[in-house]
């Protein structure tokens, strides 16, 4: 199997390796020609260099490809994109091409090149999670469409991608540019799981007094039961490493987060959708704030420094709490997919989806079991909800902040508890008669059904 590969960059070296190791022949190309030759070099390294070839131009890769051509671009998104699209039509390639966008580009921008694109090649779109080492080793891959050229490509990437119980996390989860979709979801997903890794470290470390080290033990406890996954192992690995002096390694750092737009599209998104993600969208924000002092309303966003309080932590109600609350990230992350799935007919399989997140990825979980049941599972989980409400609830009280940890209270708390919807319904039809809906149904204003003698002014 012969493919092509435009982008050499850190995932780009890597994924390269990963594909010429499966055995696939490889024509690969770098604007920067140190890229090519440290793949290159890398190739020797591992005895694999026969099966790839280094390209000095985009017109030599399209001339070494056999038709149809096959080939995969990790460039940054945006303009890139287009660019290396366009330059690789002027150089040649046809119509039963297919050309896959492996970056991190907005998906909308997918279904816009599918269009652009349609009488020149066919263009695709896969995301592809498991940072550099995912690249190398095996990443978990979210392709989309129903192009002719994936037939061709499938079952090797089904061996390059990572694979659980037999199982390859590579699948073509849905139509037109879902793939990307997906990818967007599941980094929204993984900024919130951070997020609540990192306030739970925060309530252990300032709420109840612990040491980095010994967070680091509650963490390695959890680990050994149905809450192991890959972000709370790192954050137990890095929570461990200490200076030669003796200093925690995450009292160096500074707290400024930065990001990459996925988490923020994640977010735009479910608001245009109408998707409630509370905890996705609280994980932004709380990137946003640790960067106040870098905005233009940097002095209204700027409060004298508070004292906060200890607290006693029961250790096994904070597992359950952090247990039902990791669940519900990743629930209303699908959610938003089947929303989208939804409105756009892309016909996206969830449980494909999922399949995908097993292994290779950073947002993979023994507990994705759980979160497959659905609804039905977390509806079983009382002792955990109780947990959860108790747990955000003194959490609260320390004076900390908790923006994920609250949200996914908050989120349940909404679906599951008598709603205060009907006031605020009241609100916007006395002021704006802007109508409201009774229990029976009937579509009305306040005056229908009261007599009001004189509005507030």
Known sequence: MQVALVGLGVMGKNLALNLIEKGLTLVAYDKNPDAGEELLSCAKSQGTADRLHIV??????VRRLEAPRSILLLVPAGELVDRVCQDLVDAGVSKDDIIVDCGNSNYKDGIARKLKYQNKFEFATMGISGGAEGARHGP?????GSEGGWERIESSFEKVAASYNGESCFARVGQSASGHFVKMVHNGIEYALMQLIAEVYQLLRLGAGKTPQQIAEIFDAWSEGELNSYLLAISSHILKLETTEG???????????GAKGTGLWTAQNAL????????????????????????????EMTYAAKATESIDIDLDELKDAFHLASLLCYRQGLALIKGASRAHQWK????KTLQTWRAGCIIRADYLDQIAQGVEFIDTLDTQVKALRRISGAAVSTGLAFPVLSATQNYLATLSTPSNGHLVQAQRDYFGEHGIKTHSGEVCHLTDLV?????VR
């Open 56 to 61: 000095s131009d985009l017109h030599d890769m």
């Open 140 to 144: 978990a891959m979210m392709a989309s």
């Open 247 to 257: 200093t925690a390694l995450v009292d160096l750092i500074d707290n400024k987060v």
């Open 272 to 299: 245009e959708l109408g998707i409630a993600v509370p905890s996705l969208v609280a994980a932004v924000q709380a990137r946003h704030l640790t960067n106040t002092g870098d905005t233009h309303a940097a002095k």
């Open 348 to 351: 996206v399989d969830l449980a």
């Open 451 to 455: 007599e009001i003698d004189a509005k």
